[in-house]
């Protein structure tokens, strides 16, 4: 279970007194804040809001999103605890997996050709966030072959949101597109091994060896390592060196020349606008502060 993280939601009053954690008066009140920061919250593109599902199917989805490694996000709310949010959340997922021309079709009105070309469709995502779960809640995503989130959120006063990860499982429909212990899973480029090979192999281990919830998405230009949202991409090993990109704030870091780099606003495969530059398992030791940060921030 991740600690609690709290998301300001009204930038307009930045004095800070001590609030007691409640419930939302209305599940609306809960959706409406996430959909508005979505990205920030969650690390997924706003696509749509109660999304109808036709007249056959009979239902409308709460939340359609875009997450960060291309794979398509349905969110589903719960003003308190709901023993159904999975149930229905899934039965949504089913429909969404029958529907994808329909789903690229809105990806590219709301985001683009690109985007839409794009689309992991291994790996669709379930984020149920609700008030609290049961730990039959907890037991039955573990059974599921999908990739499920389930969180906790408590309001803080009038602007701030807490968010708390419950538990986080990945789905098993494409293992061998997710995990393949081989150079961290990374580009089949030297397959015979070597030093930076082995060097992608040791920064895998400290990666998902942070903490618990570590999810590992394969993309074909890197490897993403999620809790809730991304907290570093890890690219095919170079000749010399292998890249990784973190989601900590290069403006509260010491740069290191030759070590880390300031890559916001810069094209690069993955996600997160601190570059580190790693040639040796030493520089893997320097930089392990730095893959807690950006753990931490996720």
């Not at 229905?88 to 683009?112: I, K, P, S």
Request: proline share 4%; charged share 25%; with cysteine.
């Amino acid at each position: 279970m991740s600690g609690l993280k709290l998301f300001r939601t009204d930038t307009t009053n930045s004095g800070m007194t001590e609030v007691m954690p409640r419930l939302a008066e209305i599940e609306a009140d809960v959706q409406g804040l996430v959909e508005t920061h979505m990205e920030t919250l969650l690390g997924v593109r706003f696509l749509a809001s109660e999304y109808s599902t036709g007249p056959v199917h009979g239902g409308r989805i709460d939340s359609l999103g875009l997450d960060e490694n291309g794979s398509p996000v349905i969110v589903e709310y719960k003003r308190g605890t709901d023993a159904g949010v999975i149930n229905q959340g899934l039965f949504y997922l089913a429909w969404l997996m029958d529907h994808r021309a329909e789903f690229e079709h809105l990806v590219r009105d709301r985001l683009g050709g690109t985007a839409a070309s794009q689309l992991l469709w291994s790996g669709p995502r379930l984020i149920c966030i609700a008030g609290d779960f049961t730990r039959y809640d907890v037991h039955a995503v573990r059974e599921h072959r999908r990739s499920i989130d389930l969180v906790r959120y408590r309001l803080f006063g009038s602007d701030l949101l807490g968010l708390e990860t419950v538990a986080s499982v990945t789905g098993h429909a494409a293992p061998a597109k997710r995990v393949r212990h081989r150079g961290a899973g990374l580009s089949p480029v030297r397959k015979q091994g070597g030093p930076m090979v082995e060097l992608a192999d040791a920064v895998d281990e400290a990666l998902v060896g942070l903490g618990d919830g570590v999810t590992r998405v394969q993309r074909k230009q890197y490897r993403a390592y999620r809790r809730l949202r991304n907290f570093a991409s890890v690219c095919p090993p170079q000749q010399t060196k292998l890249l990784v990109y973190l989601k900590a704030d290069p403006k509260e870091v010491d740069l290191v020349p030759g070590f880390t780099r300031d890559v916001t606003g810069l094209g690069h495969h993955g996600t997160g606008d601190l570059e580190l530059q790693l040639r040796t398992e030493r520089d893997l030791e320097r930089a392990r502060d730095l893959l807690r940060l950006s753990y931490a921030a996720a």
